[in-house]
Every structure is written in C-alpha cells, then in structure tokens.
C-alpha cells in the first residue's frame, strides 16, 4: 500500500478522535478509498494496527470512546441491505451460492468480526471491554432486519455466553449488552434468556443487573425475573426494573397479585425516585393502555382485599392531575351529590371517598371543590343510614331492597355467590363510614344529626360486627371530651346487651277452652246453690241455709278469679322489660365498641365509675367465656383499660401472664402485647409491686412490727424472683415452634431493650441467634424487626455498646458448642462476629460520648477475646480471634495499647498456627508502629517549627538571624499556651511570613476549566506518531 493511502487511515483515526468531526464523511471517505483498492489485506491488517491503540485502554476516555463508535460506523457500511422476496426465493433454490456471495460482499465486516472475535479471550481486561463493547455496538449499528451467518451468530454467541461470566463488570455489561439482538423468546430453551434470567438472580454488580435489565426481551420466562428487581437492594435497579415494566410490558400481561404487589413496593419504597417512577411513569403508561379510565385501572385490581393500596394509588394519581381537571373524571352522582344506591360498586365508591380525602387535604384551597363531590352531613347521614338498613340482595335493581348486610345462615354461607355478594356490601358499607370524616361537622345540627345516625347504627342488631368498630371510632372522632365518650358508649352497649322487649305471651286456646268451663260450671253450682237457698229459708232450715250462704260466697269468689284469668289471658301485653343477652354475636359486638372506647381515650385520663362497671359486668366475665373471638377481645380490653390505671395493671397482671401461657395462640398473642405494654409504661417495678401485693402478710398487732421489720430483703428477694420469672417466661417464647409468638416476643423484647427497661447481655445474644437461626428465615417480621433494633440500640449510646461487648463471647462459645444436629451449627460464625464488631464499633454512634476517661468497647473487647485465645491456645476459634482483632477500632489510649500489645506478644509466643501468628504479627507492628509516630510527635512537639527553613538557607545572616529570633518568640509564646488576650498581640507582632495565610479562594473561569479539563483527556495521537517514527 502507498504511503498516501496510510496517511488517510492514520488521518481518520486521528480526526475521529474529536467529537466535532462528522463521522459519516469519515466513513464514507474511509469507505470510497477502500473500494478502489484492489488488495484488501494490507488495509485490513493497517486499520487493525491503528485500532489497537484504542483496545489497549480500559477507562472511558472520551477520544477512545470517539474511536469505536467511528470503527462501529464504518464497519456496519459494509452490511449487505436486507434481501427482498425474490432474492429469498433465489436463496432458496441455490443456496450454497449464495453463501459464497454473502461472504465475498463484505470481506471487512467479516474481518472486524474475526479479530474481535478473537481478541476476547486476551489476558488484558481492557482489551475484552472493548472487543465486547465493538461487537455490541457493530450489531447495533446494523438495521433492524439485518441478517448475518449462522456461523457468525452462533460464534458470537458463544463468545458473549463466555464473557458475561466475565471477572470485571464493564466486561460483563458491553457482552450482556451485545447479546440483545441474539434473544430468541419464543424458543423456551434461549441460551441468551437463560443467561440474562441467571444474572438478574446472581450478579453482584448492581450496574450489570441493570444492564441486562435495559435489554433482556419479555416473554412469560422473563416477566418474574424482572418483577423480582423491584425488590433489589439498589435503588437505581429497582427504579429501571419499574421502568421496562412501564414501556415494555402491557398491564394485561401480569397477574391481579402481581400489579398489587408491584403498586404495593413501589408506592412505599424508600427511595424518591423510585416512588416518582412509579408515579410519573407506570400508571400513566396503565391508563394509556386503559383508555385513561381510573374506574378501569381499579378493576384490574383487587380493591376488596387490598383497599390501601388502590387509595395509595388513587393518591398517586390525583397528585399528578392538574386541580381543574380533578373533578372532570369523577364518578356519576345524583342531585343529592351522591352516588345513588343501585350505582354503588367497589370501585366508584373508593374512587368516591379517595377523592373527597384528597381534596379535604388540600385544605382552604380545596373547600369549593369538596362541595360539589360530597353533600351535607345531614343529607350524608340520611344516605349513609338508608343504604345500611337497606339495600339489593340481587343484580336485578327492580326487585325490592331488603336488608343491605344480610346475616346468612349455614346453608348460605357455604354459597359462593352469597358469601361474596355480601363481602361486597360490607366493603362498601366501610367505604361510606370513612366518608363520614371528610363531612363538614362544625355546626351543631349536622354534628348531631351525624351522631345520632351513627349511634342508631351500632344498635342496630343487623349490623354486621365487622363494621362496629369502625362506626365507634367514627363516632368518638365526633366528641371530644372522654367523659361523654365514655357516656355514649357505655348507653349503647347497654341497648345491645340489654334491650327492652315487650312481654309478649302467646294465648293459649285450651286454656281459654278450659277456664271458660270451669266458669259455667261455677255458674251453674251458684245458681243451684241459691235455688237449695231459697227452699231452706221457706222450710225455715235457718242453719242450712247459713252454710249454704257460704258456699255461695266461695262460689262467686271462684267465678271472679277464673273471670280475673280470663281477663287476663285476652288482655294484649304491653309490659315492656328487660333481658340481658349473653350469646357470643353479642358479646363480641359490646367488647369491641369498649376496645375502641379504650383505646380513642386519652392515656392520662383515669378509669371512672363507668368504665369500672363495664370492667366488671362485661370484661372480666368474658375472660372466662368459650368461645375463644369473646375471650380474645376481653383480653385486648383488659390490656388496654390496665394501661389508664397502675393499680389495675397490679391487680390483674398474674392474670394476663397466666393468659398468656395457656390459651389459644391469638389469646396468648394478646396478652403478650398487654404485658409488653404494661412493662414499656410501668417498668418491671410493676411486678414488684403485683409480687408483693400477692406476698402481703395480714396486719399484726404493734407489738410483733419489731418482729417484722427484717423482712424487706425478702421482699426485694420476692420481687427480684417475680421479674426474673417474667423474663425466663419471655426466653421460653423465643425457642416456641409457634412462629407468631416468637416473633411477637421478639419485637417485645426489643422495645423493652431499647427503652432502656432491660439491660441484660444474655436476652441480646438470644436475639442475635435467633436472627441468624436457619429456622426464621421465612420469618420476614422477626428478620426485620431484629435487623432494625441492632442497629439502633447499638448506636443509641455507649452504654448500650457495652451490652454488645458482653454478648459477645456467650454468643460465639454458644455457637462454638453447638451439636452438629442443632440449626446452630449452620450459622456462620464469622458473620456474626463482623456484626458484633460493627455493632460496637464508637465511630457509629450517633451522638458520641464526651467522656474521655470512658473506655472503649472495642479496647474492651479486645481485652476479652486475647483473654479467651491465652486460655486455649489450641481452640478453633482462636483464629477467628486473631482475625477479628485487626478490624477493631482502638481507643488512642497510650495505656490500653500498651496492655494489648503485651498480651499480643504472649500469645504469639503460645499460639502455633501460622494463620493466626500471622495476623497477630500484623496487629503486633501496627501496634508498634503507632507508638513509634506518637513518640515521634510528641518529640517534635516540644521543638519549635521553623517553617522557613528555605527561606533562611537563600537569603541574607542578618534576615534569617531575625527570623529565628521571631521564631523562638512565637515558639515560646506558643508553649506557655493559647491565651484569646494574646492572640491580637501576636498577630500584630507578626510579621506574616511565620504564619501562614489561607490562600483567597477564587473561582475558576469556564476558560480555565475548559483548558484543564482538555488536559486530563487521553489523547492517542502521540501514541501513533511515536509509533510511526519508531518505525
């Protein structure tokens, strides 16, 4: 080739270095020399020559960057265009022919495909980035329907599949990003798609998952793949996970559980961009697809079971609609501004109440608007009351309404199309009383009116106890004094639990039929009895006729009694009494409105006479009853009444330990929340309080107090044994095969440590094993809980790190002596070693301790683990000891370290490992090293610095005598201390040439940084022509 000829590829390297330049001249001047040669070879082999410059450097330089995307470019020229029908037809009928043509067309795209193809297995990392990165950008220049040989596809394919197992990142991300257009998703066995789905799984590198991420092909093999890195560890991941969801990824295509879990994450994920991603792009990209229809978007979801996340959602979308258009979309309501009856649906009354709470919280702005989407409290009530009492029980809305929440019988509950229909109706009846806070009750008539809808509504026998909660919290929200809540609520459990009835007593028809017999036949007796009368006083049988009287007497007494009965019996009853009801139904009802009572009531009011009563005529009896849902709520309202009275909470506290050992799960499950929150607000002196109220010994007389008065120690011995017991009672909990109470135990414990009511290093070093103990592993609560609380009680205070320390040696001797069988022995020590070092570490508190004399726990533990590798030289964990000790963070203390380097020199003199002597070795001359420089600068301290040391070599004897002489001065000056009274003194005196002055700082031109940054870039023009004149 002629020297012309290399001029001009060495020229279109050197020009395709500058971004300025025009890339498709380059190529297309590049490209018509090319054609005119005859000899290919020379110029591949030149062009190969000047590329190489390029391929030997890894970092992303912005010339070398210019470099392969202009070799991309004039590569992918030579592709064949795509071949039309005929000439597929042509391929057909001779295909070996044309075979020999393809090749012959483009012997450089051929060429540039072998050499990099061959270049990715170099040693030099650098060199496979940019072999990667050439062939990833070569078969993305290429068109759309490009088609290169099988051969070429399948070796480029294998070399890919080799490199995205690559050990640097950069490689792995340029070779997944090169296998795009390689994806065949319809054939169940790609190799590329296997890979992709392998990395998503496993990769470390957060920037290769994101890669494949941006190009992996979506198919059903896929889609959960991608689903699942919405829940990756980086944010940048999850946040390009939500995106491809969004483009690429119609809504129909995923599952009802799949687009809740996906609002669900993203919605509440941590970070700000990703939640915005979801905002700004997924659920736009849902209501495009869906016509823009927001009723719509919630059918594809399940509202019933997942009504929080369709209200975040629904959220999510208002903030991003303009406030004129708010009102645009919204549901269809009748003239009374509300959704008429046979309208309500699922989803157009929770867009109902999401909107109205959107807009009641934009405050004063949004007051007009709230108007025309919800009407008066009054009218509100009304409605409210009259889709509760009534409502549809079929699809049919020309059949009459009958009870809107029908109670169904057993045989109807085991109907599907029942259970459901009623679902429905309670999910909506909940919807409609959530409402009920965005009404307007400042005036007094629609407070009231609301109040008594409200409270008509929990009296009501129908109403389903699903709803009463929420009716009684809705209810207190609208009174604000606890007295006449407690008022309120204690009248209506009244007319549940006792309802006044009618005496109502059927009338019995043979017992008519018979008093009216027994009335004749006394009629009768009488009339005879007067007839024989009669005839004695005309016989003048004076006696006879006086019994006879009597008889006659009785007689008519006996008709008026039997005529009283008669009476009686046809007279209608309208005698009203009272009847108390002790069935489950209602007891369940009257407990829970009293939960909500406790638990609405301000912590610091007292228990009264009315909540007193209520303890004993409702709460306290249903601990004992049968059924387990009345005795479960008895101990929730007991849990939460205890917690407005001490003396309560000591009355009752053996009860609710005894509770929590033997009922059923979620009965002992609510004790143990009431014990945990009896022990956060009282202390553990609550028990010591109920311990000695139960040991009291009834009063003596004065004259055996003497005899008494010893026995305060045995009361603190009793108390002490009643907390004690206490905490062996929670220990127990943690080993229980009931995942629920472990957990809750757990989290109880927790809070008690960090709250400061337990110090105790043997409860902190169970918490950490049962963290890592395989058997919690599916426990997602307990693994979160734990991993929060570590972390914040260990950065909470210096006393807290001391507990660490502690736990440490019973936690690793525990795990060291686990037996093979036990789920101990799968923990990895190391591991829980790193996180009681990090844990104890003093530069992770967050306010640090501004005691210096304090000492340090990690000196401490230091200390503590030399301690335990001089005890058994030979142990196994000794090793882990000698490692562990140079991640320790040592306190400056010069004594400290003095002490831990002597006990470092002892042990290397016993230990025989040579892993271990190692690392001991390395702590020792740390050590070492360490007091050296600190003796170096204290020496250095006590001499004056002269820092114009040069200055005095250059310059005149007489200058330099008086530079030392001012520096001795300022070096004396400095040794007898800083005083702020000398400091003007001393700056005055100065002559500016011993202090040295902060430098002013001015801020660079754009001129100037545009030069530096021109610097700073890699230029491979001096490599060339250093090249060129070498040879």
């Not at 629609?446 to 409200?454: I, T």
């Not at 919690?776 to 972390?791: A, N, S």
């Not at 070693?833 to 210096?852: A, F, Q």
Request: charged share 25%; glycine share 2%.
């Amino acid at each position: 080739m002629t020297a012309d000829s290399e001029m001009e590829i060495k020229e279109a390297f050197q020009r395709a270095q500058k971004g300025h330049n025009n890339k498709a001249k380059l190529v297309a001047s590049l490209k018509s020399r090319y054609n005119k040669l005859e000899d290919k070879t020379v110029f591949h082999e030149e062009f190969v020559h000047y590329l190489k410059y390029a391929m030997i450097v890894y970092t992303r330089e912005p010339a070398v960057e210019h470099v392969m995307e202009f070799v991309a470019k004039f590569a992918a020229s030579f592709q064949t265009p795509p071949k039309t029908e005929e000439e597929q037809q042509q391929e057909e009928e001779n295909e070996e022919e044309e075979e020999e043509e393809e090749v012959d067309d483009h012997p450089f795209l051929s060429f540039i495909f072998n050499f990099l193809l061959e270049s990715h297995k170099a040693s030099s990392h650098a060199v496979r980035f940019r072999a990667c990165q050439l062939i990833n950008k070569l078969l993305g220049s290429m068109a759309e329907n490009a088609q290169i040989d099988d051969d070429l596809f399948d070796r480029i394919h294998q070399a890919m599949l080799v490199r995205v197992t690559d050990k640097f990142p950069n490689v792995r991300i340029q070779a997944a990003l090169a296998m795009t257009r390689l994806q065949q998703p319809s054939d169940p066995d790609c190799p590329t798609i296997n890979a992709y789905m392998l990395i998503l799984e496993n990769d470390s590198n957060a920037e290769v998952r994101r890669a494949v991420l941006s190009c992996i092909a979506m198919c059903p093999r896929t889609l959960p793949k991608v689903l699942k890195r919405t829940r990756d560890i980086k944010e940048n991941v999850r946040k390009l996970a939500y995106q491809v969801l969004a483009e690429k990824v119609h809504i129909k295509a995923m599952t009802i559980a799949q687009r809740v879990s996906l609002l669900q994450q993203g919605l509440s994920d941590t970070s700000e961009t990703v939640k915005d991603m979801v905002c700004s792009r997924l659920l736009p990209s849902w209501l495009h697809r869906l016509e823009g229809g927001v009723i719509e978007l919630l059918h594809r979801l399940d509202v019933e079971n997942c009504a929080q996340t369709a209200l975040d959602t629904l959220k999510a979308i208002f903030k991003n609609t303009p406030a004129n258009e708010l009102l645009q979309n919204t549901v269809e309501l009748d003239s009374r501004k509300v959704i008429p009856v046979d309208s309500l649906s699922c989803e157009n009354v929770l867009y109902w109440r999401a909107l109205c709470e959107f807009i009641k919280a934009l405050g004063d702005e949004g007051e007009e608007m709230l108007e025309q989407v919800l009407p008066d409290a009054a009218t509100y009530a009304d409605y409210l009351y009259g889709y509760l009492k009534t409502g549809p029980v079929s699809s049919d809305r020309l059949l009459p309404y009958l009870k809107a929440v029908p109670v169904l019988s057993e045989e109807q509950r085991a109907d599907f199309n029942q259970l459901e229909l009623v679902m429905t109706k309670e999910f909506i009846s909940q919807q409609l009383i959530h409402l009920t806070g965005c009404l307007e009750t400042n005036e007094e008539g629609s407070r009231k009116r609301v109040l008594a809808v409200l409270q008509e509504m929990l009296a009501l026998p129908q109403t389903p106890a699903s709803l009463v909660s929420l009716l009684t919290e809705k209810l207190l929200s609208l009174v604000s004094d606890d007295h006449r809540r407690t008022q309120i609520v204690a009248e209506i459990i009244s007319d549940v639990r006792e309802p006044i009835t009618e005496d109502a007593r059927p009338v019995d028809e043979n017992m008519s039929r018979r008093q009216q017999v027994q009335l004749a036949e006394v009629k009768v007796r009488i009339l005879e009895a007067k007839q024989v009368l009669e005839d004695c006083i005309t016989a003048q049988d004076f006696s006879r006729a006086a019994e006879l009287k009597d008889s006659i007497t009785n007689l008519e007494n006996n008709r008026n009694q039997i005529l009283q009965d008669i009476a009686d019996t046809n007279q209608p009853a309208d005698k009203e009494i009272q009847t108390e009801k002790n069935d489950p139904e209602t007891l369940l009802r009257c407990l829970t409105m009293c939960a909500e009572l406790l638990k609405q009531m301000n912590i610091k009011t007292r228990v009264g006479p009315t909540i007193s009563a209520l303890m004993s005529s409702l709460v306290l009896p249903s601990i004992a009853n049968a059924h387990p849902a009345v005795r479960n709520m008895a101990v929730v309202c007991l849990g939460t009444c205890t917690l407005h009275s001490k003396e309560l909470a000591k009355t009752h506290m053996v009860l609710l330990l005894q509770i929590a050992q033997l009922d059923e799960v979620k009965i002992r499950l609510s004790a143990l929340r009431a014990i945990v929150d009896l022990l956060l607000l009282f202390g553990f002196q609550l028990l010591s309080d109920t311990a000695a109220t139960l040991t009291a010994p009834p009063p003596h007389s004065p004259d055996r107090q003497d005899e008494e008065a010893p026995s305060a120690e045995e009361k603190r011995d009793v108390t002490g044994e009643t907390a004690q017991s206490a905490l062996m009672m929670l220990s127990e909990f943690l080993d229980s095969e009931v995942s629920d109470l472990r957990t809750e135990t757990a989290e109880g414990l927790a809070k008690l440590m960090y709250t400061g009511r337990i110090s105790s290093a043997k409860m902190l070093s169970r918490l950490v094993l049962l963290w890592y103990n395989p058997l919690t592993e599916d426990d997602t609560r307990l693994r979160h809980c734990l991993g929060v609380f570590f972390q914040l009680y260990a950065r909470e205070s210096r006393a807290h790190q001391e507990v660490v320390e502690e736990s440490f040696l019973p936690t690793v001797r525990t795990l060291m002596n686990a037996p093979a069988t036990s789920p101990l022995a799968e923990i990895e020590i190391a591991n829980v070693v790193e996180l009681l070092v990090e844990l104890t570490r003093p530069s992770g508190l967050i306010k640090p301790s501004t005691n210096t004399e304090a000492v340090c726990a990690h000196d401490c533990l230091a200390v503590r683990m030399c301690g335990e590798m001089l005890r058994d030289p030979t142990a196994p964990e000794v090793r882990l000891y000698a490692k562990t000790l140079g991640n320790l963070e040592l306190s400056a203390d010069e004594t400290v370290r003095k002490d831990l380097l002597t006990l470092l020199q002892q042990i290397a003199q016993v230990v025989k490992d040579r892993v271990c002597l190692r690392a001991l070795e390395k702590m020792i001359d740390q050590l070492i090293d360490s007091k050296e420089q600190a003796e170096l600068l204290s020496a250095n301290a006590l001499q004056p610095l002269d820092v114009n040391a040069d200055e005095i070599a250059t310059e005149d004897l007489s200058k330099s005598a008086k530079r030392a002489k001012r520096g001795q001065r300022k070096a004396s000056t400095a040794k007898g201390g800083r005083k702020p009274s000398r400091k003007a003194e001393s700056s005055e005196e100065s002559d500016g040439e011993n202090v040295p002055e902060a430098a002013a700082v001015v801020r660079p031109s754009r001129r100037a940084k545009a030069a530096a940054l021109e610097k700073t870039k890699l230029d491979l023009n001096p490599l060339i022509n250093q090249e060129a004149n070498l040879s």
